[in-house]
């Protein structure tokens, strides 16, 4: 089956007619993913870049240790164990669905740090899920704007104790059910500032967050909430919960 395709600086894509349609997903490419003779990348066979002259051949699998695509970034994990997510540009770029660090092998990964402006998909549900061995997270770089899901997006992250947040534009967000599922290290959550006006379900968020003893959501609006069963963690260490004048509980909840 094919396992390699050359493309000249010409080759660009048009209405109806990407790379995708050209790089196949199975037999010899059943992963998808094809490495490029000129930057070393392995692409996902949707995301390969046009106007570049180059060779393209078909690798089983990511490699951590060298760059990957999703979407317009690139990302790796270095030798130190840390995830590192950063535009193609070196400034701005978009992340697509298929998150594939999450191959990876959990205790391969620590720390995750994100560079430049990163706009996340509308689906960024269970981005990090299963990363087991993080404890910490930099996300400063993702811009939630256009994200509508964040389900599970750090489910089993039990060994995780600091996010780092960015943007707070989290306005078209409809779904934060399960976000913190399991994240047993985690003492504190602030998500003060965070707009939740569009918020639907927020199921078992912060179910399984045994460590947590601050729990800030002063600026929370639950007021097109219909999903809350499981909302609360179960901590027997919880000292201290903010609400605001917006927040109000949904069916029967378990305080």
Not at 136 to 150: E, T
Request: proline share 3%; charged share 20%.
């Amino acid at each position: 089956s094919l396992n390699q395709i050359s493309l000249g600086s010409g080759f660009v894509s048009k209405p109806g007619i990407t790379c995708g349609l050209l790089f196949p997903h199975t037999g010899a490419s059943a992963s998808g993913l094809w490495l490029s003779s000129s930057d070393g990348v392995r692409y996902s066979y949707d995301q390969i870049p046009t106007g570049v002259s180059a060779a393209y051949r078909a690798v089983k699998s990511v490699d951590p240790s060298q760059w990957n695509s999703c979407g317009s970034c690139l990302w790796s994990v270095d030798e130190s164990g840390t995830l590192v997510i950063k535009p193609t540009n070196g400034h701005s770029g978009y992340l697509s669905t298929s998150f594939r660090w999450r191959d990876v092998k959990p205790e391969k990964i620590n720390e995750v740090k994100t560079c430049g402006v990163i706009e996340l998909p509308e689906s960024s549900g269970r981005m990090f899920d299963g990363l087991t061995n993080v404890v910490s997270m930099d996300l400063s770089a993702f811009d939630f704007s256009k994200c509508k899901s964040l389900e599970g997006i750090f489910f089993n992250c039990c060994s995780l104790k600091r996010i780092k947040w960015g943007d707070t534009d989290t306005s078209s967000v409809i779904d934060m059910s399960n976000m913190f599922r399991n994240c047993s290290s985690l003492e504190s959550i602030d998500l003060g500032i965070y707009q939740t006006n569009q918020l639907n379900n927020v199921s078992y968020m912060f179910y399984g967050c045994s460590s947590l003893s601050n729990l800030n959501e002063s600026s929370f609006d639950t007021s097109h909430v219909t999903k809350m069963e499981g909302f609360f963690p179960e901590s027997s260490r919880l000292q201290s919960v903010s609400f605001g004048g917006k927040f109000k509980l949904v069916g029967k909840v378990d305080l």
